[in-house]
């Protein structure tokens, strides 16, 4: 990556839109810190991957924020949609 990056991860939701609401919303956590990723304006890119979680969790959503990416090596980017 090249500047800034950070991260969320959530647990126990099956829905995107009901995971990223828990994630901005952060009830009991005191620093606010993955609402503060989530509008974080430094990032200008964001990756998400989704997968059932094989505990009484049932599911888990990462969401990767950066302020810039540089491919190396060989592979297919994914076409970038702006931030705004």
Known sequence: MGGPSG???GFG??????FVT???VDDGVKNKGHREAI???NYDKVGLAYCEHKSELK????IV???GFEMKGKGTAVP???VT
Do not use: D, H, K, T
């Open 7 to 9: 991260e969320n991860i």
């Open 13 to 18: 939701i099956q829905n995107g839109a009901e």
């Open 22 to 24: 828990a994630l901005f």
């Open 39 to 41: 509008v974080n304006r």
């Open 59 to 62: 599911a888990m959503l990462i």
């Open 65 to 67: 924020y950066a302020a």
């Open 80 to 82: 970038s949609i702006p």
